[in-house]
C-alpha cells in the first residue's frame, strides 16, 4: 500500500469521513476534505505513516480488545521483533519491538490487525 492508501485507510478506521466544506464552492459537490471523530473539517487527515506520535496514538485508540492488541502485537513483531532475534540474539522481543518501530512499521502492523492491509499494491 502506498503511504497516501494508508493514510486514509488508518483515518477511515478511527471514524474519519469524506466531507464536503462550507467554504466550498457552491454546487461542487465533490467530498475535498475530511471530517474527524470530534466533527472538525480538515484538509488532510494526520499523516500516519509518517509521523510516529500520529501513528502510536492511532494504535492505541484501535486497539481496545485483547484480540486487537494481540493481533497488533504479533504483526509489529513481524516487522522488529524478530529483526531482535537475528541481529542481537536473544533480546524481548516485545521491549525492542516498541522501541525500535517507525511509524511505518506500527501503520503497517495496525492494518494487518484489522485485515485491511493489502499485500503489493
Same mark, same amino acid.
Given at each position: 500500500?502506498s503511504?497516501?492508501e494508508?493514510? $486514509? @485507510?488508518?483515518?477511515?478506521a478511527?471514524?474519519?469521513?469524506? @466531507?464536503?466544506s462550507p467554504?466550498? @464552492?457552491?454546487?461542487?459537490? $465533490?467530498p475535498?476534505?475530511w471530517?474527524?471523530?470530534?466533527? $472538525?473539517? $480538515?484538509?488532510?487527515?494526520?499523516?500516519?505513516?509518517?509521523?510516529?506520535?500520529? @501513528?502510536?496514538?492511532?494504535?492505541v485508540?484501535?486497539?481496545?480488545?485483547?484480540?486487537?492488541?494481540?493481533?497488533f502485537?504479533?504483526?509489529?513483531?513481524?516487522?522488529?521483533g524478530?529483526?531482535?532475534?537475528?541481529?542481537?540474539?536473544?533480546?524481548?522481543?516485545?521491549?525492542?519491538?516498541?522501541?525500535?518501530?517507525?511509524?511505518l512499521?506500527?501503520?503497517?502492523?495496525?492494518?494487518?490487525?484489522?485485515?485491511?492491509?493489502?499485500?503489493?499494491?
Amino acid at each position: 500500500m502506498s503511504a497516501d492508501e494508508i493514510r $486514509v @485507510a488508518i483515518a477511515e478506521a478511527l471514524g474519519w469521513t469524506r @466531507a464536503i466544506s462550507p467554504l466550498q @464552492a457552491r454546487g461542487d459537490n $465533490v467530498p475535498r476534505h475530511w471530517k474527524g471523530p470530534k466533527g $472538525v473539517i $480538515v484538509n488532510h487527515t494526520p499523516n500516519f505513516p509518517g509521523d510516529l506520535n500520529a @501513528a502510536k496514538d492511532a494504535a492505541v485508540k484501535i486497539c481496545d480488545t485483547e484480540k486487537k492488541i494481540g493481533d497488533f502485537n504479533y504483526h509489529l513483531h513481524q516487522a522488529c521483533g524478530l529483526k531482535a532475534f537475528r541481529e542481537y540474539g536473544n533480546t524481548d522481543r516485545t521491549e525492542f519491538a516498541n522501541n525500535t518501530a517507525s511509524a511505518l512499521d506500527i501503520c503497517t502492523a495496525l492494518l494487518k490487525a484489522l485485515g485491511i492491509w493489502k499485500e503489493g499494491e
